[in-house]
């Protein structure tokens, strides 16, 4: 990686961020595609965020990504925010366009591309979400125009029920059920479910031996998609394997939205399988096999 005067720099804040994949997967796509850019990991202290987007106004950062806690937060701070982020309520990605800032969130269509590059199309399918939180709600207003029925199941039940109002009131009276999160609930839901897509954080390194969804229940005519990525196969994507369905592991959605931040800021198509390695290679390095 060669810097000069001229490159530009993009980064993620956030708070932890040690383990962030983000720096390996977009630093090998600006080499891939030889590109003057470069991209560090912030780690911003609470209370810090307002002088850190100062602090990307006054050294011309060009882009960034936001993670946990910072991704509602950072709102009142932009200049602008695009609708699909207004509507989520979140933003991961932020494009300095000339001194302007605003506010994108990719993690639905990064969802939505994963499921897609892997030949599952959601149009007239029954889906069910397990989760009501950034990532869920991003991909539900990706999903619920094209989904036949749309089926949110959430630990805490007002987070459903306010997420489902609000994609009824976006996209009319699409078929849209909301319930606790609970092993009965995710059993009835699941019986006519075509694709299931877990946006909880069950399942995420150090809990690898848990899962939102008992293994008896997986069937060989499900999708299967986990948005976490740490390990890749989670025990929800080992069972479904196991009974023969199709699963789309969390490193895809990571790469995909990831991918579609790049553009953004670079304004060139991004090599997402060459992001995709990357992000393996390291999640190898730190021992989590894939
Ligand atoms: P993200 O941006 O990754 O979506 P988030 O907004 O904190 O992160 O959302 C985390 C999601 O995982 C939420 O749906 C959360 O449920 P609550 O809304 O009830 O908090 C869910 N979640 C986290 N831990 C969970 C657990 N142990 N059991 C069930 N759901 C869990």
């Known amino acids: 990686m060669k810097i000069s005067g001229k490159t530009?720099?993009?980064?993620?804040i956030g708070e932890p961020i040690e383990h962030t994949l983000s720096p390996t997967i977009h630093n090998a796509a600006f080499e891939e595609l030889n590109l003057d850019f470069v991209y560090v990991p912030f780690?911003?202290?609470?209370?810090?965020?307002?002088?850190?987007?100062?602090?990307?106004?006054?050294?011309?950062?060009?882009?960034?990504?936001?993670?946990?806690?910072?991704?509602?937060?950072?709102?009142?701070?932009l200049d602008d925010v695009d609708l699909v982020a207004r509507r989520v309520g979140a933003v991961n990605t932020i494009l300095n366009e000339g001194g302007s800032l605003i506010g994108y969130n990719t993690d639905g269509i990064g969802a939505l591309n994963a499921l897609k590059e892997n030949g599952v199309t959601i149009n007239g399918k029954n889906l069910l979400l397990l989760g009501a939180g950034g990532a869920g709600k991003a991909i539900a207003f990706h999903t619920a125009q094209e989904a036949a029925k749309l089926a949110?199941?959430?630990?805490?039940?007002q987070k459903a029920k306010k997420l489902a109002e609000a994609l009824r009131k976006e996209f009319g009276n699409k078929k849209i059920i909301c319930k606790k999160l609970s092993a009965e609930t995710v059993k009835e839901e699941l019986k006519d479910t075509e694709i299931l897509i877990n946006a909880t954080s069950i399942g995420m390194h150090p809990n690898t031996d848990q899962s939102p969804v008992t293994s008896?229940?997986?069937?060989?005519?499900?999708?299967?998609?986990?948005?976490?990525?740490?390990?890749?196969?989670?025990?929800?994507?080992?069972?479904?394997?196991?009974?023969?369905?199709?699963?789309?592991?969390?490193?895809?959605?990571?790469?995909?939205?990831?991918?579609?931040?790049?553009?953004?800021?670079?304004?060139?198509?991004?090599?997402?399988?060459?992001m995709k390695k990357a992000a393996f290679d390291k999640l190898s390095e730190f021992g989590v096999k894939h």
């Open 43 to 77: 780690k911003v202290k609470m209370g810090m965020l307002k002088e850190a987007i100062r602090g990307v106004r006054s050294l011309g950062i060009i882009g960034l990504n936001v993670t946990m806690p910072y991704k509602s937060a950072v709102m009142r701070y």
């Open 8 to 12: 530009k720099v993009c980064g993620i």
């Open 152 to 157: 949110i199941l959430n630990r805490t039940l």
């Open 216 to 274: 008896g229940l997986m069937r060989p005519d499900l999708c299967v998609m986990d948005i976490v990525y740490n390990p890749p196969e989670t025990k929800l994507l080992k069972d479904a394997k196991a009974a023969g369905a199709k699963v789309v592991s969390g490193v895809e959605m990571l790469v995909y939205q990831g991918a579609a931040s790049f553009e953004i800021w670079t304004k060139h198509t991004a090599p997402v399988e060459v």
